[in-house]
C-alpha cells in the first residue's frame, strides 16, 4: 500500500515550478498543502506563489546567509515528529539552492529524506538543447572572479561532455566571450526564461550567441549548454535554422550594416555561403 503523504517525521525536498505554475505537479500540491511547515527561500516570494496555488502554509526561511544555522531547528521539526517541505524560489531545492547541507545532516541523524522531483532548469535546457544528453557536466555558477572563472574554463576544455552552467543575464556577455576564448567556437544553446511566454533558445553556436546578445540586452533567466570538447567537430554540419540566420541579419542590418556587409559577417561567422545568406534577406 502506498503511504499517506506527508508523512510525520520526514524531510520533502519540493520541485516547484520554474516559470510556469502549471507545472507544479498534483503530488508536490498534495504535500505543500497537508506538511505541517515549509522552508523557503523568500517567505514573501514563495508566500504569494503559494497563495496563487491557493495553498496556505507556515513558512520559515531558509537561504544561503542562514542554511548552517537554521540546520539544527529544521532537524528539531522532523525529530519532533512534524513533516517539513523544503522548497526554493524555483525548481529543485539542492541544485544551486540550498538543500545540500540540511539533506546531509537529515541523513547523517536517521531521518527520512524524499524528494516530489519537479521542474529542473539545467535539465529542461538540455533536453531541449539538440547536445549530446547521455553524459552531461553540470556546474552550476561559475565563480564570479575572472580568474577564477577562467581557470574552471581551462579545466573544463578537454571534457567531452555537453557542459551546463547557470549564468545571470548582466554576466551573460562575458561568460560568452569567455568560452570564445577558451573553448572556441562550439556548439551551444542559451535558454531563456524556460517554461515562460518568452521562452527562447539562442544558438547554434557561441559566436552567434555573443552576436545575439551584443545587441539584444540579455534579459531573464538564462541556462547555457554547450558541446563537449568532441562536439566541436561537428559544428561544421549543425543545421543553421533559417528563422535565427534571417533574425541575426536583421539585427546586423538595424545596428548599422548595410545587407551585403550583414551577409558577409554571419558568412565569416558560420562558414555559410555569403550568397545563401544575401538570397534570405531577398525572400
Ligand atoms: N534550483 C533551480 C533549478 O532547479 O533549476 C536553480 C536555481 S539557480 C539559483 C537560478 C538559475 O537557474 C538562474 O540564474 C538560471 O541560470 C537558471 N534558471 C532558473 N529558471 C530558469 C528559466 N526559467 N529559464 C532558464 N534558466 C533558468
Not at 1 to 16: F, K, Q, S
Not at 83 to 97: F, N, R
Not at 142 to 149: A, F, S
Not at 242 to 248: A, C, K, M, N
Request: hydrophobic share 40%; glycine share 8%.
Amino acid at each position: 500500500m502506498v503511504r499517506a503523504e506527508p508523512a510525520a517525521g520526514v524531510l520533502y525536498l519540493v520541485g516547484t515550478p520554474i516559470g510556469n505554475l502549471g507545472d507544479l505537479s498534483p503530488r508536490s500540491r498534495q504535500v505543500l498543502q497537508n506538511v505541517d511547515r515549509i522552508a523557503c527561500e523568500d517567505t514573501r516570494r514563495s508566500g504569494q506563489m503559494l497563495a496563487q496555488l491557493g495553498i496556505k502554509a507556515r513558512l520559515l526561511s531558509f537561504h544561503q546567509r542562514n542554511e548552517t544555522s537554521r540546520i539544527p531547528q529544521l532537524l528539531e521539526i522532523i525529530t519532533n515528529g512534524e513533516s517539513l517541505a523544503v522548497i526554493s524560489d524555483a525548481g529543485l531545492p539542492g541544485i544551486s539552492d540550498p538543500g545540500e547541507e540540511l539533506v546531509a545532516a537529515a541523513l547523517k541523524t536517521g531521518h527520512e529524506v524524499i524528494c516530489i522531483p519537479g521542474p529542473c532548469a539545467l535539465i529542461t535546457a538540455l533536453v531541449i538543447s539538440g547536445l549530446p544528453t547521455r553524459r552531461f557536466c553540470f556546474e552550476g555558477f561559475l565563480p564570479v572572479k575572472q580568474n577564477q572563472r577562467r581557470k574552471r574554463l581551462q579545466e573544463l576544455a578537454n571534457d567531452p561532455r555537453t557542459l551546463i552552467i547557470y549564468e545571470s543575464p548582466h554576466r551573460l556577455v562575458d561568460l560568452l566571450e569567455e568560452l570564445e576564448s577558451i573553448l572556441g567556437n562550439r556548439p551551444l544553446q542559451v535558454a531563456r526564461e524556460l517554461t515562460k511566454h518568452h521562452e527562447q533558445q539562442i544558438g547554434p553556436n557561441v559566436v552567434t550567441a555573443l552576436a545575439h546578445f551584443r545587441i539584444n540586452k540579455p534579459q531573464g533567466e538564462c541556462t547555457v549548454v554547450i558541446g563537449g570538447a568532441s562536439e566541436s567537430k561537428y559544428l561544421g554540419l549543425y543545421p543553421w535554422n533559417q528563422v535565427v540566420l534571417i533574425e541575426t541579419l536583421k539585427e546586423l542590418i538595424e545596428t548599422g550594416s548595410s545587407p551585403s556587409e550583414a551577409a558577409r559577417i554571419l558568412s565569416k561567422n558560420t562558414g555559410m555561403p555569403r550568397r545563401q545568406l544575401y538570397a534570405l534577406l531577398c525572400n
